[in-house]
T-cell receptor, first 111, second 114 residues
């Protein structure tokens, strides 16, 4: 079945450093959504990308959807402690009803 | 607060038992999704209901079943529980059935099987 691979699984950064997580699919995605799950919390929707090559920004967060609609990335500039958590991508696949979830990237700020 | 409620918050039970987890979606949302998240793992999609009908099925075990009632609340039934079923179970809801809809997650039910 369809899969969305997300890397890395973990990323340790110093506060102030940048962070990037990548999602890749072997098939074209109709759309991609990004969610953030804080430690001990539940996933919270961040953004949705639909168009080929789309780039959206939310303050220090930049989201990209690839030209072929098979990959996406989330980049955080100058990380802060409030950015700690797990970031999930979820892509729309063949079925109109289902999102295919990546395994998540856990952002850890080094003390 | 996402507007999605889940009960109970915690559940501790023994192997071989059966439990029911309950979810009330956001007001007006017709779709309900169930997910399983084992410790420090990703989200495993289990099943989706839309307006009372099953719409999509993921990696749901035969020992697990779900339904959505006319008032749109949903229940996830887990039977013949095994130690490996211990996990956080999330319910999410969305306005419609398509995958373009933002999903709103509840706080989860933490199930511990002893």
């Amino acid at each position: 079945g369809q899969q969305v691979m997300q890397i890395p699984q973990y990323q340790h950064v110093q506060e102030g450093e940048d962070f990037t997580t990548y999602c890749n699919s072997s098939t074209t995605l109709s759309n991609i959504q990004w969610y953030k799950q804080r430690p001990g919390g539940h996933p919270v929707f961040l953004i949705q990308l639909v168009k080929s090559g789309e780039v959206k920004k939310q303050k220090r967060l930049t989201f990209q959807f690839g030209e072929a609609k098979k990959n996406s990335s989330l980049h955080i500039t100058a990380t802060q402690t409030t950015d700690v958590g797990t970031y999930f991508c979820a892509g729309g696949g063949d079925s109109n009803y289902q999102l295919i979830w990546g395994a998540g990237t856990k952002l850890i700020i080094k003390p | 607060d996402s507007g999605v409620t889940q009960t109970p918050k915690h559940l501790i039970t023994a192997t071989g038992q059966r439990v029911t987890l309950r979810c009330s979606p956001r007001s007006g949302d017709l779709s309900v999704y169930w997910y399983q998240q084992s410790l420090d793992q990703g989200l495993q999609f289990l099943i989706q209901y839309y307006n009372g009908e099953e719409r999509a099925k993921g990696n749901i075990l035969e020992r697990f079943s779900a339904q959505q009632f006319p008032d749109l609340h949903s229940e996830l039934n887990l039977s013949s529980l095994e130690l490996g079923d211990s996990a956080l179970y999330f319910c999410a809801s969305s306005a419609s059935r398509g995958n373009y809809n933002e999903q709103f997650f509840g706080p989860g039910t933490r199930l511990t099987v002893l």
